[in-house]
Nanobody, 125 residues
């Protein structure tokens, strides 16, 4: 499967954005999925993850818990990240990724073997 992230943009602090990650074929449902982000001058960090099932476990970074929601629609081979109450520190390139460790919502980027190209989110103060 190939992954295509979209939905980034410029938003004011307190605003919302919804990121999408589209898979290229129906093998999408075989993978656990995650979102990671990389801010300028910083290392890539975990944001959120979901198991292969939309009803399965979800994990969130403490910094986004309660503000971001991860979901997926396997019928449409798409994953989403709803981001509310955005803060300037959320500014980063957001990447979606697929993991063969499908039964876990892994926080480790080493568990992910397929990566999308990234979409830029800029939150202005």
């Amino acid at each position: 499967v190939q992954l295509q992230a979209s939905g980034g943009g410029v938003v004011q602090a307190g605003g919302s954005l919804r990121l999408s990650c589209a898979g290229s074929d129906d093998t999408f449902s075989a993978y656990g999925m995650g979102w990671f982000r990389q801010a300028p001058g910083k290392e890539r960090e975990f944001v959120a993850a979901i198991t292969w099932s939309s009803e399965g476990k979800k994990n969130y970074a403490d910094s986004v818990k309660g503000r971001f929601t991860i979901s997926r629609d396997n019928a449409k081979a798409t994953m989403f990240l709803q981001m509310n109450s955005l803060k300037p520190e959320d500014t980063a390139v957001y990447y979606c990724a697929a993991s063969i460790v499908r039964q876990y919502a892994s926080r480790r980027d080493s568990d992910y073997h397929l990566w999308g190209q990234g979409t830029l989110v800029t939150v202005s103060s």
